[in-house]
């Protein structure tokens, strides 16, 4: 595939992202790293090839969208990651942001519930060194089989935080979840404190593609 090459003018355009997402506040190191290690645009259809590393947000195919660039950044720095934490993510969507994770050092694993998306982003992430377990699946039942997870990330707009979701976390753990009904949502971030108490906070305004449930073909 031709926009599998990654070049000098790539990485140029990747390290003025890496400035943008300072400027914005990120100032975490390895994740600026970890942007300066994957390439966006192999991502995204050749055609946006130009614009792969502009702070937006664009169509995967099947109605989705690829989350813009700090919206990623924003939500991996909400999740504090060590090295070796077990990550799930709800929304595998372009897996772009299943790469970053995967960079950082965590062992994820991705559920997505449109089966074209969930093929194309395994084959996407065939080129990098990482080994993600992806699922086609319904984030709202989470992954039980590989739980509880250090931290749960949702990379999609949920109605409420899925009870599910909860339970599969560690204690001690953090989600990271945009709630809300209508097209914008509040960032929360929820520590689970023991089995039946958690802390919320929230951290600003998003627009995300809704989550919802059961899978498509
Ligand atoms: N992390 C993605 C963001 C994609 S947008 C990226 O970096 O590209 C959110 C994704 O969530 C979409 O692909 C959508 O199909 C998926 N999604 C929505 N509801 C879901 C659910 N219940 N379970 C799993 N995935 C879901």
Redesign the pocket.
């Known amino acids: 595939m031709n926009h599998l090459k990654d070049t000098f003018k790539h990485k140029g355009m990747r390290n003025i992202l890496i400035n943008e997402l300072k400027e914005k506040g990120i100032n975490n190191q390895d994740i600026l790293n970890a942007f300066e290690k994957i390439p966006r645009h192999f991502?995204l259809d050749l055609a946006f090839e130009e614009q792969a590393y502009s702070n937006m947000a664009f169509q995967?195919g099947?109605g989705?969208?690829?989350?813009h660039p700090y919206t990623?950044a924003f939500q991996t720095d909400l999740l504090e990651i060590e090295k070796g934490d077990k990550i799930l993510?709800?929304?595998?969507?372009?897996?772009?942001?299943?790469c970053i994770l995967c960079a950082l050092g965590s062992k994820v694993f991705s559920?997505?519930?449109?089966r074209d998306?969930h093929l194309k982003a395994k084959q996407i992430i065939h080129h990098f060194n990482f080994n993600p377990k992806l699922f086609f699946?319904?984030?709202?039942q989470g992954n039980q089989s590989y739980a509880p997870y250090d931290k749960i990330l949702v990379?999609?707009g949920a109605p409420e935080i899925p009870a599910e979701l909860k339970k599969q976390l560690k204690v001690g753990g953090i989600m990271v979840i945009p709630v809300g009904e209508g097209v914008e949502q509040k960032m929360i971030k929820l520590t689970k404190l023991n089995d039946d108490e958690f802390n919320l906070r929230e951290y600003g305004t998003f627009k995300?593609?809704?989550?919802?449930?059961r899978t498509v073909k």
């Open positions: 991502f995967i099947s989705q969208t690829i989350s990623v993510e709800i929304g595998t969507g372009s897996g772009f942001q299943t559920i997505e519930r449109h998306l699946g319904d984030g709202y990379t999609c995300f593609v809704p989550m919802l449930e």
